[in-house]
């Protein structure tokens, strides 16, 4: 399996389940506004957060909202973009991405739900050096894709690396081609289901005692259904 096969699984079902999805989201376009402008053409982070918002079927309006405010049309929170490091149980790796108001609150809670999962917060680069930031953009398949046709305008595209699954291909870029890929496949007329920077675990870690996997779940559970955290990556194989 590609290496985020289950993360397209779970995450479907994680956005479908959870209704905070658009608050995330809305704090990831307003902050892309805020640092790049509201024009999505001239900002690629912008451009990458309003095509998550729309494959996750956020509304137009909370969309314009959310840029509007980013930008200082209108009046909103000012976000915090923070990064945390650490240790679930078993040694399994875990960053968590934030955005936040109120940075001493979240600091508090991430610290807690570390604790909770029978993990600990660790320093800044104790577990980074064990994921590869890259891009990854995914399309399903559909009736009368060829692999070969899509893997030549993959790579034409300047992508490095392409895998075809069952129900869907797998693209990775370096960040900096990240949205010259995106939008030169965009051209040739495909579609994403996801089109994102990720960070993506280089080897995987499986947990064999009950104990450690249901303290493991309840430490990404926590933090998953905080809105302050945007992204849990972690290598551990479930």
């Known amino acids: 399996m590609g290496r985020i096969g289950t993360i397209v699984n779970r995450k479907n079902k994680q956005d479908a389940a959870r209704g905070k999805v658009f608050t995330k989201l809305g704090r990831y376009i307003m902050v892309a506004a805020r640092d790049g402008g509201s024009d999505p053409e001239y900002n690629a982070a ?3 957060a309003i095509e998550k918002a729309k494959a996750a079927n956020m509304p137009n309006d909370n ?3 959310a840029i509007k405010k980013g930008a200082g049309e209108l009046e909103g929170m000012v976000f915090t973009e923070l990064t945390y490091e650490g240790y ?3 040694g399994i790796a875990v960053l968590v991405e934030c955005l936040t108001d109120n940075t001493n609150r979240t600091s508090a809670d991430v610290r807690s739900y570390f604790s909770k999962g029978n993990g600990n917060l ?3 680069g104790c577990v980074s050096f064990m994921f590869d930031h890259l891009g990854v953009l995914v399309i399903d398949k559909a009736e009368g894709m060829d692999d070969e046709e899509i893997e ?11 895998q075809v699954e069952d ?14 890929v995106r939008d030169a496949l965009t051209e040739e007329g495909y579609e994403f289901s996801m089109a994102e920077l990720r960070y993506l675990p280089q080897t995987m ?3 064999t005692d009950e104990g450690d996997i249901k303290s493991m779940q309840k430490l990404i559970d926590l933090m998953e259904d905080n809105d302050d955290v945007q992204n849990v990556y972690h290598n551990w194989e479930a």
Not at 167 to 180: G, K, P, Q, R, W
């Open 205 to 207: 870690t499986r947990l």
């Open 122 to 124: 660790g320093t800044n």
């Open 167 to 180: 129900d869907h291909y797998e693209i990775y870029t370096s960040v900096s081609d990240f949205a010259s």
């Open 63 to 65: 969309i314009d909202r």
């Open 88 to 90: 679930g149980p078993g």
């Open 152 to 162: 030549m305008a993959v790579i034409e595209a300047g992508a490095e690396d392409f």
């Open 46 to 48: 912008l451009k990458s």
